[in-house]
Structure formats: C-alpha cells, structure tokens
C-alpha cells in the first residue's frame, strides 16, 4: 500500500461552554484534517488543532511544511515501512511538532487498515474501553463550581481544574471546589505556567496544611524552568507533572534524571505524533515513573491516536485526560473511537476505525502532489 497523495481539509465545532485557562480561551475546536491517500483505495486520516501559544503551530504553517517539506519525501512510501515513514517525518524538519503528527496519526491510521486490525491492537493490546477526566475552566468561583457539579451528574469521577491567572483567588477556587465536590471526584490542577515557584509552594503548602488532597498539579511553572519544578517537587506532597516542559523523549529524560517531576504528561501534537510519544511511555517505564496521556484541544480524530495509545500502554500511561471531542456540542466523525461522558470506547474497525467525516471543508489548493 503505496502513499500517492496528501489531501487537506479544516473541521469545526462550537464548544458546550468557553474552554478558558491561564494561557488563551476558545470556543472552538478547529482542527486541519490530513488525508493520505494509497494506490489501494484506503484513505488515512489524522488531524491537529492550531495552538500557537504552546506548540508554535498554526494550520497555515502546517499546511506549508506538509505541503512543501514533507509530502514531497512521502509520496510513494510503502505504508508496511512504519518505521521508516515516521523517521522520514520527524527528520525531514525540526518542531512543527503538531504537522508531524498529524501525519503520523493517518500513516498509523493506514497502517491499522493495512494489517486489518484495530490500532490498539497493533500497538501491543489492551482494554476497548477508557475513562477521561474532564476540564474544568478558570472562571469565577461559582461558574467554576457549577461546571463542576454538571460534570458530576454526568458521570465524571476525576475533574482537572484550570487555574493560573490569581494566586490568592486560584486558593480560593480551589478551597471551594474541594469542598463541594472531593467526595464525589478526584481533583486535579493545570496551571498553565501561571505560577513562578515560590508561588507555588505556598499554594499548595497552604492548601495541604488544610489537608486538601489534590490527585496532581500540572505544570506550575514556565515551560523552560525545570529548576523550578525541582524546588516545587522537593518542597511539597502532592504529585507534580510536566506538561509543556515535556514535549520530546530527551526533555523527559532530563526532568526524570533531575527528579524534578513525578508524572509525564504525554500529548501526540506535542511529541510530533504517535511514534515519540510511545517512546515517551517507554522511557518512563524505565524511570518508573507514572504518565497521563492528554491532549490540547483536538477533536476525536487525533485524539482517537491517543486513545488507541493508553490502551496499548495502559501499564505506563494510568491517566487519562482525554475529553477534547466531549467539551464540543457534537461529535462530525462518524466510526472509530466513541467518546460519551466520561467513557471512551475503541472500535474493532481497523486502524482508528473511521468511516464518515461530516462537516469536512476541503481546501482545494492543498492537494499535493497538485
């Protein structure tokens, strides 16, 4: 099964309510669609969502490096080369971390469909059906209080609380949310870099000394700063995790070398696809170290790669933060991976399991080879 084209296409759907957090707020998944297609019929599909302000990548500057750096090395690979496909991809050009994977995620897509089995299945095994927390946006204090009572009627036993933009009023949300719901969900906190390190052991010193017991606390400090992470870590009970100060496997190695964290949170658009972020997992295996699998703000087309991944890597990624498709008012991807509530349940379709897209805008001068 031969690559013979890379096809582009843009998909949009309005959020339930605005995802808000420390860094940016959105109301809208919008994902670039990249379609592969072969000499045999099979078409692969993977997407990206456009994040600057974390990735770099924007869905203009991955249409030009695919377009033009690395369709070109692509067309006429053998899908049955895995390996030899991601190499290609993640050598050809450096960052662009997002265009990669969207790639990596229709060449895994295709490589499914070739051997005829499901991803999960391909990739070592596992359970077809996963549980998702869901996120919780910074607001005021009784917004966030209700979105987190909606969450709780609807099933989600794990809630990840965006915080990051007051200090003494993200003590506060937190205090009140604890109160209200640590009953009926675990609770987790991203703060998006919206700390300094200081900042943070006070918080969450204060917050322990109150005998709140937070699940995790996400990336506290800038992406950059593992020295404050490692101060954060050393000071404080509560599990810290890395986020965007862990995009690549040499990253990780650094902060689980250095002690500074506790978890990895492996994300596909950050890692540049599905072939790095199994090395992640493994890495961490290593360093015994936990992992949660999440994901930026995609729909269910590239966050079904990472569901397919927690499956196979179950043993090493035993966190799932994987509610992107469930925070938009409808899912357009028809087959694959089924997100409801706080469950996820893997089709036995083979590759992602896709079958319909609704919705899909094609670009018409995207085409490559044109």
Known sequence: MKITAIRFAKLKVPLVTPFKTALREVSFIEDLVVLIDTDKGQVGYGAAASTPIITGDTHQGMISII??????????????????????????????SSAKAALELAVYD????????????????????????ITI?????????????????????????????????????????????????????????????KQAVFALQKLESENIELELVEQPVKSDDFKGLKYITERVNTPIMADESAFSPKQVIQLLEQNAVDIINIKVMKTGG???????????????????????????IAVAGAAHLASAKAQQITKIDLDGPALGQFDPVQGGVEFK?????????PGLGITQIDGLQHIDNGVWPA
């Open 137 to 197: 946006s910074v607001d005021g204090i009784d917004k966030m209080l209700a979105d987190c009572d909606t969450a709780v009627k609807q099933g989600f036993d794990v809630l990840k609380v965006k915080i990051g933009n007051d200090l003494q009023q993200d003590i506060e949300r937190v205090k009140a949310i604890y109160s209200g719901f640590s009953k009926y969900a675990k609770i987790r906190l991203d703060v998006n870099q919206g700390w300094n390190a």
């Open 341 to 349: 509530g706080p469950s996820i349940t893997l089709s036995s379709a």
């Open 110 to 133: 295709l490589w499914g469909k070739l051997y005829q089995a499901p991803l999960y299945k391909l990739l070592g095994g596992g359970s077809s059906t996963l549980r998702t927390d």
């Open 67 to 96: 377009k033009y750096f690395l369709a070109p090395k692509l067309i006429g690979l053998e899908i049955e080369n895995l390996n030899h496909i991601c190499h290609v991809i993640q050598s050809t050009v450096v960052a662009n």
């Open 274 to 300: 599905l072939s790095r972020a199994i090395a992640i997992a493994d890495i961490t295996a290593q360093y015994q170290a936990q992992c949660m699998i999440g994901c930026m703000l995609e729909g269910s």
